[in-house]
């Protein structure tokens, strides 16, 4: 299947890198659409709504089929038709430029091809679907994307008429968490944003095996809180052009902390990566954990 492509627009084109929504066109997947298209309002962008045809997904169905009898609409036109009038839709309502294409293959591969060929900022994808994207888009294949794409990707699981109000942005002082921090203020520059580093006590067993004593490790995790404190500082006054953030550091296992304090009423949750010096673009388990774990749409960020 060739890609395909229609466009509608009710606005100059964006000035901007365009968003990439991905859709299977089921009512789970339109959350993420529209959650796509209201940033893409606000970033005075072009929306890319793309759908992929899973070849195995439609090798089977041939299979289940006889195409011969088919009394319905061919497939592929019918989701030509189906985005198109998408695509129109989203554009009357949100006053943007969109485009609905199409594309064959593997999902995980096409999004992340497709993203990249388009110079996109932002791949969208949604937290389930009818069929195939309920396996595909979800939690496994997002962090494919990530390990695979320089673009982030999120996960939009709410379906909220407004945008978001209360951003939480994990930290841990890397070069790819000040990114996170930044694109945060830059996507969600109307919210109310948090950065948050929880720290702890390494090889608090070790230490005591070694003979440190309890003051000996409560001298050490009093250095921990200092660094921790003066390097949000300096986070938090690099960004200060760009937002005025809320800071939040906490003696915790970064997962809990992150989790605990996403469920005090964030809408986002806002995560890069670890391993800086790593050749792949590889979650860490923090960002895996949370990224199955919380209600809150997600932003992760390589």
């Known amino acids: 299947m060739q890609s395909h492509a ?37 970033q005075n962008a072009d929306l890319h709504v793309l759908h992929v045809f899973d070849d195995g997904i439609w090798a089977t169905l041939k299979n289940l089929y006889d195409t011969q009898h088919w009394s319905g609409e061919d497939p592929v036109l019918g989701t030509r038709r189906r985005l198109s009038e998408l695509a129109a839709d989203i554009a009357h309502r949100h006053g943007i430029r969109v485009l609905a294409e199409s594309e064959a293959g593997d999902p995980a591969e096409a999004i992340v091809r497709f993203a990249s060929q388009r110079g996109a900022r932002l791949v969208v994808i949604g937290k389930d679907g009818d069929d195939w994207l309920s396996d595909t888009l979800f939690g496994e294949t997002a962090l494919e994307l990530l390990q695979t794409t320089d673009v982030p990707v999120m996960i939009v699981r709410r379906g909220q008429a407004q945008p978001a109000r209360r951003v939480l942005v ?54 921990e809180q200092v660094r921790a404190e003066a390097a949000m500082r300096r986070l938090s006054s690099a960004l200060d052009n760009e937002k005025c953030c809320r800071t939040v550091t ?42 199955y774990h919380t209600d809150c749409d997600v932003l992760l960020v390589p």
Do not use: Q, W
């Open 170 to 223: 994990a930290v841990d002082f890397s070069a790819c968490s000040h990114r996170a921090a930044r694109l945060a203020c830059e996507l969600f520059h109307e919210a109310e944003i948090t950065l948050l580093n929880a720290y702890s006590v390494r090889h608090e067993g070790r230490m005591r095996i070694g003979g440190a004593s309890d003051d000996d490790i409560a001298a050490y995790l009093l250095s």
């Open 250 to 291: 906490v003696n915790r296992s970064a997962a809990s902390a992150i989790l605990d304090e996403a469920a005090t009423g964030f809408d986002v949750l806002v995560v890069g990566k670890t391993g800086e010096g790593s050749r792949e673009h590889r979650l860490g388990d923090v960002a895996t954990h949370i990224t």
């Open 6 to 42: 229609s466009s509608m627009s009710t606005s100059p084109a964006g000035a901007r890198s365009p968003i990439v929504v991905a859709t299977d066109l089921s009512e789970a997947a339109s959350i993420a659409v529209e959650g796509a298209a209201r940033l893409t309002r606000r």
